[in-house]
């Protein structure tokens, strides 16, 4: 069953579940079937969030990055995660906002309507998420110091909000949005520790 979310806005969607066609490359294939059935549960997860990219997707091992995406002429579709097996023996998985921001690089790929660039893709990430799944900072905007290593809920909650404002800002013809995502959320950040 394959249905399509409701575009609200520019950046709000109704999630519905969307049936993912997931291939393995030959070193994907080798990972232990828990593990490639959590990096499956991962990306059916949030691709309801990103209705603009093929529902067909190859998934990659990376050991230099925690993602690259990849999409070809053709439309197919290359997910290169991070999964590794700590020293420990437990494996090391990409997390929901590493996988979602691999996403919203495939829409970037598709859309004429959001930007490039890795600060837009972290703003217009954000927007889609719901904050349960933005479970560590953003990667190219920039926080406050010592806020990538103690991330919380609350971060995860006030950069949710202020994305969703950004892309507002940006369509109302605001061309420094993600500054703006970066200044607010230092802002609002140092508000709620005081």
Same mark, same amino acid.
């Given at each position: 069953?394959?249905?399509?979310?409701?575009?609200? *806005?520019?950046?709000?969607?109704?999630?519905?579940?969307?049936?993912?066609?997931?291939?393995?490359?030959?070193?994907?294939?080798?990972?232990?079937?828990?593990? +490639?059935?959590? $990096?499956?549960?991962?990306?059916?997860? *949030?691709?309801? =969030?990103? +209705?603009?990219?093929?529902?067909?997707?190859?998934?990659?091992?990376?050991?230099? =990055?925690?993602? /690259?995406?990849?999409?070809?002429?053709?439309?197919?579709?290359?997910?290169? *995660?991070?999964?590794?097996?700590?020293?420990?023996?437990?494996?090391?998985?990409?997390?929901? =906002?590493?996988? %979602?921001?691999?996403?919203?690089? $495939?829409?970037?790929?598709?859309?004429?309507? !959001?930007?490039?660039? &890795?600060?837009?893709?972290?703003?217009?990430? *954000?927007?889609?998420?719901?904050?349960?799944? !933005?479970?560590?900072?953003?990667?190219?905007? #920039?926080?406050?110091?010592?806020?990538?290593?103690?991330?919380?809920?609350?971060?995860?909650? !006030?950069?949710?909000? /202020?994305? $969703?404002?950004? #892309?507002? +800002?940006?369509?109302?013809?605001?061309?420094? =949005? %993600?500054?703006?995502?970066?200044? &607010?959320? &230092?802002?609002? #950040?140092?508000?709620?520790?005081?």
């Amino acid at each position: 069953m394959r249905t399509h979310a409701v575009k609200l *806005l520019t950046h709000e969607y109704i999630a519905r579940k969307m049936d993912l066609d997931i291939t393995w490359s030959r070193k994907a294939a080798k990972l232990p079937p828990e593990v +490639r059935r959590e $990096l499956a549960g991962r990306l059916e997860t *949030l691709h309801r =969030y990103f +209705r603009e990219i093929t529902p067909s997707v190859n998934i990659g091992i990376s050991r230099s =990055y925690d993602g /690259l995406a990849f999409q070809s002429y053709d439309g197919s579709v290359k997910l290169m *995660l991070g999964v590794r097996r700590t020293r420990t023996g437990k494996w090391r998985m990409p997390t929901y =906002y590493t996988v %979602a921001h691999e996403l919203m690089h $495939l829409v970037q790929f598709n859309s004429k309507h !959001i930007p490039g660039g &890795e600060r837009a893709c972290d703003v217009f990430a *954000l927007s889609r998420l719901p904050p349960r799944f !933005i479970d560590e900072s953003p990667t190219y905007l #920039v926080v406050p110091r010592g806020r990538r290593v103690r991330w919380t809920r609350e971060d995860a909650e !006030i950069a949710h909000e /202020l994305a $969703l404002e950004a #892309v507002r +800002r940006r369509a109302a013809g605001l061309r420094r =949005y %993600a500054a703006w995502w970066e200044l &607010e959320f &230092e802002r609002r #950040v140092s508000q709620a520790r005081k």
